[in-house]
């Protein structure tokens, strides 16, 4: 089990909870993987068996200097997503934020909302306080994915560059 800043914990909002993925989550996972219109919105040109979500998803919890949270929705208990710190940076203590909801049926609801600004909230606290205490978010979104880049902007991300990848426009924005 991982102690220390990148401890996995448990974190209460209104609308959702952020708790530590398990392997019970693979098949709400699973579906998250096979959501055509989420894949095409971050460009995911792979593709996912199921032993390999399995394995995923039971392999979280021993994971060091990421950290991977389901999102709940409260008042169903349904897994709703996942929200991730990963590609950590020790040279500037910053980590790459991702978010991804398990399908249209849970998109514009507000749960990726809430679930950014607590894991968020939770990176950028001190870590004597109990959060992580990185300096710095950084993040890459498709430049035709509007409504994740309002999203980041109103969670405090701001813009930094564009570039352009294989045929796609992105955008980086920084927090911190």
Known sequence: ??????HKPVIVGARVTLRPI???DAEGMFELTQDAEG????????????AT????????AEQDLRL?????????????GEVVL?????????????????????YGRGLGGEATRLLVRHALTPVDA??????????????????AIRAYERAGFVRTDTFEEEGERWITMRMG
């Open 39 to 50: 894949n095409d919105l971050t460009a995911t040109r792979a593709t996912f068996e199921r």
């Open 68 to 80: 991977d949270l389901a999102i709940v929705e409260r008042a169903t208990g349904l897994f709703a």
């Open 130 to 147: 109990g959060g992580i205490g990185l300096s710095a978010l950084t993040l890459t979104v498709l430049a035709r994915n509007p409504r």
């Open 53 to 60: 979500i399995d394995a995923w998803c039971a392999s979280r």
């Open 86 to 106: 990963n590609e950590y940076d020790t040279a500037e203590n910053a980590a790459n934020f991702r978010i991804s909801l398990r399908g249209p049926a849970w």
């Open 22 to 24: 398990v392997a019970t």
């Open 1 to 6: 089990m991982v102690i220390g800043r990148w």
